[in-house]
Each structure stands twice: as C-alpha cells, then as structure tokens.
C-alpha cells in the first residue's frame, strides 16, 4: 500500500517568509510525527498527533514553529519568519493507533528539504 | 531526556564481510529500540526493531542485539553487499510516560566495497 508521502519535496524561500509543509500519513494510522533532520544527523523530534490534537510538543523549537492535523489525517507543518537556522530536511512518520500497541513502530515519508537563503 | 551514542560514524567493509553498529542509551525506561536505513535523498526505513522483553532478533542477514543492564544495544549485519551501503540510525523510546518521540542516534555511514 501507499506509504507516507510529503509534499513538496523541496522548498527553497527567503528568509523572513512563512512556509508550509504537507504531510499524508499511512491510511488508518492514528498517529503522526513531525522530526528535522540536519545535514549529517540524526533525526529530531518536533511533535506528535494523537488523532487532531497534539500530544506532545516538546519537541518545536519556539513560537515560529506550528502544526495542526484538523481532520485527524494530513498534517501541516508550518514555520513563520524563516531563518537561514530552519534550513533542514522535515521528516514525518506515521504510526498505527499507539493506545492499542505496547511498541512504536513508525514508517517515515521521503522527507521535505527546506532551503533558506 | 533520553541520549542516544552510536558509533563508528563510518564503517568501510568488503563485500561478505560482516558489519556490526553499537548504540547506547541513558534512559533506562526506554523499552523499544528501531534501527532504520537512510539512502541518499530518501527518509528512513525501519529494517528491524527489538523490545525490551526480548534479548535478540534475526531476519535473514540483519540481527539485533539489547543488553538492558548495560544499556547499549546492536546491529549485526552478515554477508554484507554493496546495496547495503547506506547510513544507519539506532533510536530508542518509551511508551511509559505517553511519550513516543523516537531519539536517534547520530548514525552510521557504511560502505561495502565490492
């Protein structure tokens, strides 16, 4: 079946602009995932979707940072006043209902890389 | 927070070789352990993963190792091929505390020369 997919694959904007990034998550999956990844790291959390409402958003790294899932399927990451800091590869994964399961698999997208000049 | 090590940062193999990648954790919680493979320009994909009730897991020429007490779990990769070249990321998580954020490790580039 369809994995998650993101949308677009990449994003060049100017600093100062306000951007948006699309997530669809695997079909049933409950839960969604927003992470960045920096050139040769890792990647890291940012938050997590349980159904509409974010469960956890420890991870935004400040105000300029928000995402909503208004339907409980696609999400969108949106960042204000880009800064040349927020240049990254934004990843999502999906995961199926965490409630009904002890473990956390979760199947990532191809990633948005995001460019601020 | 949960802090996750892994090393090497690059590991060169010949083709048939073995491979092996070690992470280690701090947060002694963390009862789920993923390992995923990035190729150039892709996300990560899930290729195995191992809970905490369990010690080891094998699928084909992939095996997992968790030692709890010492806090440091591995990835063993046998017969190796030159497909297998890629960047590998171990993560951990817990469940416990309605947290499911995944914390990767910083990765590891193998190459397998043919």
């Known amino acids: 079946g369809a994995g998650v997919s993101q949308t677009p694959s990449n994003k060049v904007t100017e600093k100062g602009k306000y951007v948006e990034l699309r997530c669809d998550p695997i079909?049933?999956?409950?839960?969604l995932y927003w992470y960045r990844q920096s050139l040769g790291q890792g990647p890291e959390f940012l938050i997590y979707f349980q159904g509409t409402g974010a469960a956890d958003d420890s991870g935004l790294p400040n105000d300029r940072f928000f995402a909503v899932r208004p339907e409980g399927s696609v999400s969108t990451l949106k960042i204000q006043r880009t800064e040349r800091g927020d240049s990254a590869v934004y990843l999502c994964?999906?995961?199926?209902?965490?409630?009904?399961?002890?473990?956390?698999?979760?199947?990532f997208g191809p990633g948005t890389r995001l460019t601020v000049l | 927070g949960e802090n996750v090590e892994q090393h090497p940062s690059t590991l060169s193999v010949q083709e048939g070789d073995s491979a092996v990648i070690k992470c280690t954790y701090s947060d002694s919680a963390s009862n789920y352990f993923p390992w995923y493979k990035q190729e150039l320009g892709k996300g990560p994909q899930l290729i195995i993963d191992i809970r905490s009730n369990v010690g080891e897991k094998k699928d084909q020429r992939i095996a997992v190792t968790l030692n709890k007490t010492a806090k440091h779990f591995s990835l063993h990769i046998t017969e190796t091929q030159p497909e297998d070249s890629a960047v590998y990321f171990c993560a951990a998580s817990t469940v416990r505390t309605g947290r499911r954020a995944l914390t990767f490790g910083s990765g590891t580039r193998l190459q397998v020369q043919p």
């Open positions: 994964a999906s995961s199926p209902d965490p409630r009904d399961r002890v473990y956390n698999e979760q199947f």
């Open positions: 079909s049933g999956h409950t839960a």
